[in-house]
């Protein structure tokens, strides 16, 4: 749909269990847990490429969790899990992770409508060769009570530096909670102190799947637009205390010897900000692969003081490569 610098992702999962095949958590036969992956692979075999974790070692298991390929569910249960990539890097499908199936589709920017669309697809081409463990009436059964229904999530990651500066966005959000949960970066419950924001579905019953989509799209549209608006407003009342800030967080990040990563965090998200405003110039970069990638569980084996400085020297490489102060006159 957009190119959108507020939306970081956007992403829907269908969670899918077989009929008459004990859930993941009882699933002691690893003959049914093989046979899941080898019905997976034949559906999809001219679409995605699978792999079994039952060879992979733990170190590589984690490196893969860390570029946001595989879960932790998925690598606890490695001994008879396995994943899928497609060909064109837009949709995943893990076997037996939480549930035997999950199918999905994550994509940069405001893309929810077309991820929604993609997950659509590949469903239907599970459910037209397996039989999936089904309840008229409560629908797609699910090892997660929550998804007993659809088994449909929809999630998007946003980024309100303007509504959270006004400690605004706290009052936004709660509008929607009962049927939304909101997630740090770290996937734990917001605290409401971070322009970060993950916003995901509850539940999945008495919806329609494409509804569930729909119902996110117009929260998230609605939340640009007031995002759009605070940001103008603040800077109509306080621009250079604005521009400021981003400049000596880019002057910082630039220049600093070592940095935590609660500092490296800090400026990352002034500099965000800058590029949303045109304050600073950036090129195409994938900020959050960029912040993932710089996250203390990367820099295994490396001592503290080491870890800052390999995080500082990333950053002023980073920001060399794709960012430059543009010209302001407040």
């Not at 959108?4 to 992702?9: E, G």
């Not at 019905?39 to 590589?60: H, P």
């Not at 995943?92 to 199936?101: D, L």
Request: hydrophobic content about 35%.
């Amino acid at each position: 749909m957009q190119d959108c610098k507020n939306v970081l992702y956007s992403c829907c999962s269908y969670r899918r269990n077989i009929k008459d095949v004990p859930f993941v958590k009882r699933l002691s036969d690893t003959e049914l847990a093989v046979g899941v992956t080898r019905s997976l692979s034949e559906i999809f075999t001219d679409e995605f490429e699978f792999k079994s974790l039952k060879n992979v070692s733990l170190n590589e298991c984690q490196k893969l969790k860390a570029q946001n390929i595989i879960t932790e569910e998925l690598i606890n249960n490695k001994d008879i899990s396995a994943y899928g990539k497609s060909y064109d890097d837009k949709a995943f499908v893990y076997a037996n992770e939480q549930e035997h199936i999950r199918i999905v589709s994550r994509l940069a920017g405001n893309n929810l409508e077309e991820c929604y669309k993609i997950v659509n697809q590949l469903d239907d081409k599970v459910l037209n060769k397996l039989e999936m463990a089904f309840d008229i009436n409560y629908g797609y059964l699910t090892q997660n009570p929550k998804l007993v229904g659809t088994g449909l999530e929809v999630e998007v990651l946003m980024f309100l530096p303007a509504l959270n500066h006004s400690d605004k966005l706290k009052t936004l959000l709660k509008d929607y909670h009962k049927e939304y949960e909101f997630l740090n970066l770290e996937r734990g419950d917001y605290t409401f102190k971070s322009p970060f924001v993950i916003i995901k579905n509850k539940y999945t019953f008495g919806h329609k799947e494409n509804q569930i989509a729909a119902r996110l799209q117009t929260i998230v549209d609605r939340l640009i637009e007031l995002e759009k608006k605070e940001e103008d407003s603040l800077f109509n009342l306080s621009a250079s205390t604005i521009v400021d800030k981003i400049f000596k967080s880019y002057g910082l990040a630039l220049c600093s010897y070592r940095q935590t990563f609660a500092e490296f965090e800090g400026y990352l998200t002034d500099i965000m900000w800058g590029d949303i405003l045109n304050i600073l110039k950036a090129s195409r970069v994938d900020y959050l692969q960029f912040l993932n990638n710089n996250k203390t569980e990367n820099f295994e084996g490396i001592n503290l003081k080491e870890q800052e400085k390999m995080r500082a020297k990333n950053f002023f490489n980073f920001l060399n490569q794709n960012i430059s102060k543009g010209e302001v006159d407040v």
